[in-house]
């Protein structure tokens, strides 16, 4: 993932433009971290930036549940048994609106972090270079 442009700068941290699905990688990503070893101000940033994501992440959740159950055709199960035609029909609409949902750019306020955080979750976690890529975001 691309690090965005700085939209606005400030105490409580910048406004950067996300797909939705960097929202998703970001979320899980950070869900997995031990933060015990990152300064009072790199933890709280973590978690603020955490509970920034919690609803957006929820909405999108919400919106492939919803995508999941509008596009399921009438006739999928009948008898019990699953008609493979309108499954295979069912999962491609399913993916190509959520490939286009999860491709949307939003603007997202996150709280900084610095780069010396960043190292101590990094070596804390065992972070791989993909993560921390994706970490690198948060860093100011």
Do not use: C, H
């Amino acid at each position: 993932m691309k690090k965005a442009q700085v939209e606005v700068a400030g105490e409580k941290g910048f406004v950067i433009k996300m797909k939705k699905g960097e929202i998703l990688q970001l979320n899980n990503v950070l869900a997995s971290l031990k933060i015990g070893q990152v300064s009072k101000e790199g933890a709280f940033a973590l978690l603020e930036t955490k509970l920034t994501l919690s609803p957006l992440v929820k909405s999108i959740e919400e919106a492939q549940a919803s995508a999941a159950n509008e596009l399921k055709p009438e006739g999928l199960r009948v008898d019990g048994v699953k008609n493979a035609i309108l499954e295979k029909e069912w999962n491609d609409k399913f993916i190509e609106f959520m490939n286009r949902y999860l491709d949307e750019s939003i603007s997202v306020q996150l709280s900084g972090l610095s780069r010396e955080d960043l190292y101590e979750l990094a070596r804390d976690n065992n972070i791989e270079l993909a993560k921390a890529e994706l970490l690198n975001i948060l860093v100011v």
